[in-house]
């Protein structure tokens, strides 16, 4: 029973430090944004990036990227910003976020000269990589529901983007809940690939130099 219970103390132990490690870089990520929205400061922040996350049948948006949109869109209006970024997939024939994007901010009232499409935008990964190397964008609000902000802060800053987190509002409790576990994983693996990304090289033809924003 001693050996038992032993062996049951070690595994525990096991458990716990393996979960510790697995949380680790998602809270890192947590911590490092939620410090940063205590010293920000967005006089100077004239660029919006909208991240996709979602498409329905390659016309509308889903609920979660409406919700993103909206809330660029809104800062627009608002004399907030003068141009709107919408980085997502455009992998499939059938599958074009970043149209789909730009198409809702047109038809809700966004000047099509203000709007700046990024066709490559695969991953956060991705999108953060080439907004800063190919649109030379320097500063900019990135506008994602909470699960996903530290993700993109961290990512964004890490190719030398200044940022302003901006929090769209919840779909749901259980989109959150599924980004919160989808973020977990991603956290881990984001910290990893920032140190060993190999970036794909894809054509884009909306490309346009931001840093004059």
Not at 87 to 101: L, R
Request: proline fraction near 3%; include cysteine.
């Amino acid at each position: 029973m001693n050996y038992f219970v032993k062996i049951l103390k070690i595994a525990i132990k096991v458990w716990v430090i393996g979960l510790w490690l697995f949380l680790l870089p998602f809270s890192f990520l947590q911590i490092e944004v939620a410090i940063k929205r205590q010293f920000s400061n967005s006089s100077e922040y004239n660029v919006a990036v909208v991240f996709g996350a979602g498409i329905m049948l390659n016309r509308e948006p889903g609920k979660v990227l409406r919700l993103r949109l909206e809330k660029a869109k809104e800062m627009y209006v608002m004399g907030e910003v003068k141009k709107i970024v919408v980085t997502g997939d455009n992998s499939a024939f059938d599958y074009n976020e970043p149209q789909v994007m730009k198409n809702y901010l047109i038809q809700n009232g966004v000047n099509i000269q203000d709007i700046v499409v990024d066709f490559g935008g695969r991953r956060t990964i991705d999108s953060c990589y080439r907004l800063a190397n190919y649109f030379n964008l320097k500063k900019a609000y990135l506008i994602t529901q909470s699960f996903h902000v530290a993700r993109a802060n961290f990512l964004c800053q890490k190719f030398g983007i200044e940022t302003v987190v901006i929090e769209a509002p919840k779909s749901s409790q259980e989109s959150s809940l599924y980004g919160i576990f989808r973020e977990i994983p991603a956290s881990f693996l984001s910290i990893y690939e920032s140190y060993n990304f190999k970036p794909q090289i894809l054509s884009n033809n909306s490309e346009e130099d931001l840093s004059l924003y």
